[in-house]
C-alpha cells in the first residue's frame, strides 16, 4: 500500500499543524502539571491574607483590612532554600520594598500626569534591580502591582502615615509567620542552617538595562492609558498587562495571553455568581481566604485554571469595600474590558521585551566567542 503521508501538499500540512497546535494548546489547559511544592505554602499565604481580613471585620474597617491583607502576601517572596539568616533578610528587604511602592504611590496621586510620569520611573528601577540580582518569582510583580493600586487612589495627606503602617503590620505579621514556620521546618524535618555563608542575592553582570527601559515604558503607557479612557479603577490595566510580561519566553507570553483572557471570561462568570451569595463582609472575607488557598495550589500546576480564581479574588480584594460591588453587572462589564485590553498589551510589550532579549543574547554570545577567540590566540 502506498504511504499516503508523502502526498500530502503544502497547503494541507499547515491546516494540520494548525489543528495540531490548537490540540496542543487546549490539552494545556485542563492539565495539571507536576510540583514539588508542599501545601504549607498555599496555607501560609491564605493567612497572611485571611488574617488582618477577619481582624478588619472585627474593628468594622474593612477598607483598612484590605490594605494590611494585600501586603500579606510578602509572604510569597519566602525563599525555599537558604541559611536562615537568608531567608529572613529576604522577607525584610521585600517588605521594605512593599512600604516603599505603596508609599510612593500616595506621595505621586496628586496628578495623573505624574503618577504616570513615576510609575514608569519605579518600574523601570525595580525591574532592573530585579535582573541585576537575578531574583526568583514572582521577582517584580507584585512591587509593581502595590504601586499601581496606590497610585490610583485619591490623594489625601494625612492619611499616608496610616496606610502605610498598615501595609508594615501586614508585611510584620507575615514576616513573623515566615519565621515561625521557618522554625517548625528545623524542628520537625532537621532542617540545618548551611554552615558556609550564602550571599543572599547574586549579581547579574549581563543585567539587560534596555529590558528595563522597555518595561518601564510599557508599563507606564498602561497606567496612562487607563487615565485617557477615565476608568474609575486604572489600575486593572498595568496590572493585567505586567502578569502577562511575566512570561518566560516569547511563546509563553502568547500562551499567558490566551489563557489570561479566557481564564478571565470564566472567572469574571465565577465572580459574578460568589457576588449573587457573598451578601455580607464575611462572606466576602471568607471568599478571599478560599480563593487564595486554590490559587497557591493551582498557579504553578495549571496558570489557565489559576486565572479562573485569580479574577473573583483580585477583585474581592479591590472592591470589597467600593460601593459597586454591590453592582455585579456593571462590575464584571467593567473589569473585562480593561483586563483584555491590559493583557493585549502586556502581549506586545512581551513581545518587544524577548525581541529585545534575543538581540542582547546575540550580542553578548557574539562577545564571548570574541573573547575566547582571542585568549587562544594569545
Same mark, same amino acid.
Given at each position: 500500500?502506498?504511504?499516503?503521508?508523502?502526498?500530502?501538499?503544502?497547503?494541507?500540512?499547515?491546516?494540520?499543524?494548525?489543528?495540531?497546535?490548537?490540540?496542543?494548546?487546549?490539552?494545556?489547559?485542563?492539565?495539571?502539571?507536576?510540583?514539588?511544592?508542599?501545601?504549607?505554602?498555599?496555607?501560609?499565604?491564605?493567612?497572611?491574607?485571611?488574617?488582618?481580613?477577619?481582624?478588619?471585620?472585627?474593628?468594622?474597617?474593612?477598607?483598612?483590612?484590605?490594605?494590611?491583607?494585600?501586603?500579606?502576601?510578602?509572604?510569597?517572596?519566602?525563599?525555599?532554600?537558604?541559611?536562615?539568616?537568608?531567608?529572613?533578610?529576604?522577607?525584610?528587604?521585600?517588605?521594605?520594598?512593599?512600604?516603599?511602592?505603596?508609599?510612593?504611590?500616595?506621595?505621586?496621586?496628586?496628578?495623573?500626569?505624574?503618577?504616570?510620569?513615576?510609575?514608569?520611573?519605579?518600574?523601570?528601577?525595580?525591574?532592573?534591580?530585579?535582573?541585576?540580582?537575578?531574583?526568583?518569582?514572582?521577582?517584580?510583580?507584585?512591587?509593581?502591582?502595590?504601586?499601581?493600586?496606590?497610585?490610583?487612589?485619591?490623594?489625601?495627606?494625612?492619611?499616608?502615615?496610616?496606610?502605610?503602617?498598615?501595609?508594615?503590620?501586614?508585611?510584620?505579621?507575615?514576616?513573623?509567620?515566615?519565621?515561625?514556620?521557618?522554625?517548625?521546618?528545623?524542628?520537625?524535618?532537621?532542617?540545618?542552617?548551611?554552615?558556609?555563608?550564602?550571599?543572599?542575592?547574586?549579581?547579574?553582570?549581563?543585567?539587560? =538595562? @534596555? *529590558?528595563?527601559? /522597555?518595561?518601564?515604558?510599557?508599563? &507606564? #503607557?498602561?497606567?496612562? +492609558?487607563?487615565?485617557?479612557? %477615565?476608568?474609575?479603577?486604572?489600575?486593572?490595566?498595568?496590572?493585567?498587562?505586567?502578569?502577562?510580561?511575566?512570561?518566560?519566553?516569547?511563546?509563553?507570553?502568547?500562551?499567558?495571553?490566551?489563557?489570561?483572557?479566557?481564564?478571565?471570561?470564566?472567572?469574571?462568570?465565577?465572580?459574578?455568581?460568589?457576588?449573587?451569595?457573598?451578601?455580607?463582609?464575611?462572606?466576602?472575607?471568607?471568599?478571599?481566604?478560599?480563593?487564595?488557598?486554590?490559587?497557591?495550589?493551582?498557579?504553578?500546576?495549571?496558570?489557565?485554571?489559576?486565572?479562573?480564581?485569580?479574577?473573583?479574588?483580585?477583585?474581592?480584594?479591590?472592591?470589597?469595600?467600593?460601593?459597586?460591588?454591590?453592582?455585579?453587572?456593571?462590575?464584571?462589564?467593567?473589569? =473585562? @474590558? *480593561?483586563?483584555? /485590553?491590559?493583557?493585549?498589551?502586556? &502581549? #506586545?510589550?512581551?513581545? +518587544?521585551?524577548?525581541?529585545? %532579549?534575543?538581540?542582547?543574547?546575540?550580542?553578548?554570545?557574539?562577545?564571548?566567542?570574541?573573547?575566547?577567540?582571542?585568549?587562544?590566540?594569545?
Amino acid at each position: 500500500m502506498e504511504n499516503k503521508s508523502i502526498f500530502i501538499s503544502k497547503d494541507e500540512r499547515i491546516p494540520m499543524a494548525l489543528k495540531n497546535t490548537i490540540h496542543k494548546e487546549l490539552e494545556q489547559l485542563v492539565t495539571l502539571k507536576d510540583s514539588t511544592r508542599t501545601w504549607h505554602t498555599p496555607m501560609l499565604t491564605a493567612i497572611c491574607v485571611g488574617f488582618p481580613l477577619l481582624v478588619g471585620l472585627y474593628v468594622d474597617n474593612l477598607r483598612y483590612a484590605l490594605i494590611s491583607c494585600l501586603s500579606g502576601l510578602v509572604i510569597l517572596y519566602l525563599p525555599s532554600s537558604g541559611s536562615f539568616t537568608n531567608i529572613i533578610t529576604t522577607l525584610l528587604v521585600s517588605s521594605f520594598g512593599f512600604m516603599v511602592s505603596f508609599a510612593l504611590g500616595q506621595f505621586f496621586s496628586f496628578s495623573p500626569t505624574v503618577s504616570v510620569i513615576v510609575f514608569g520611573l519605579y518600574s523601570l528601577i525595580v525591574h532592573w534591580i530585579i535582573l541585576y540580582y537575578k531574583t526568583a518569582p514572582p521577582r517584580s510583580f507584585f512591587f509593581i502591582m502595590i504601586l499601581s493600586i496606590s497610585i490610583c487612589q485619591p490623594f489625601n495627606l494625612s492619611t499616608i502615615p496610616t496606610k502605610v503602617g498598615l501595609v508594615g503590620l501586614g508585611t510584620m505579621f507575615s514576616c513573623t509567620l515566615g519565621l515561625a514556620y521557618i522554625l517548625w521546618l528545623s524542628a520537625t524535618q532537621k532542617i540545618t542552617p548551611q554552615n558556609a555563608p550564602v550571599p543572599l542575592l547574586k549579581k547579574n553582570t549581563y543585567a539587560d =538595562f @534596555w *529590558e528595563a527601559i /522597555i518595561t518601564g515604558v510599557i508599563m &507606564a #503607557i498602561s497606567l496612562a +492609558l487607563g487615565y485617557w479612557l %477615565k476608568l474609575e479603577n486604572p489600575y486593572w490595566i498595568p496590572i493585567s498587562c505586567g502578569a502577562v510580561m511575566q512570561g518566560a519566553s516569547l511563546y509563553h507570553i502568547w500562551q499567558r495571553t490566551f489563557q489570561r483572557i479566557l481564564g478571565t471570561f470564566l472567572g469574571l462568570c465565577l465572580c459574578w455568581l460568589l457576588l449573587q451569595i457573598a451578601n455580607t463582609p464575611l462572606m466576602l472575607c471568607l471568599f478571599i481566604i478560599v480563593l487564595q488557598l486554590i490559587v497557591e495550589l493551582l498557579i504553578i500546576r495549571n496558570y489557565a485554571m489559576a486565572v479562573i480564581f485569580i479574577t473573583p479574588l483580585a477583585i474581592f480584594l479591590s472592591e470589597a469595600a467600593n460601593p459597586i460591588i454591590n453592582d455585579p453587572n456593571e462590575l464584571i462589564a467593567l473589569r =473585562f @474590558w *480593561e483586563i483584555l /485590553i491590559g493583557s493585549g498589551l502586556g &502581549a #506586545i510589550g512581551g513581545w +518587544l521585551l524577548h525581541k529585545e %532579549k534575543i538581540r542582547y543574547a546575540s550580542i553578548r554570545g557574539l562577545k564571548k566567542l570574541g573573547n575566547q577567540i582571542e585568549q587562544n590566540i594569545s
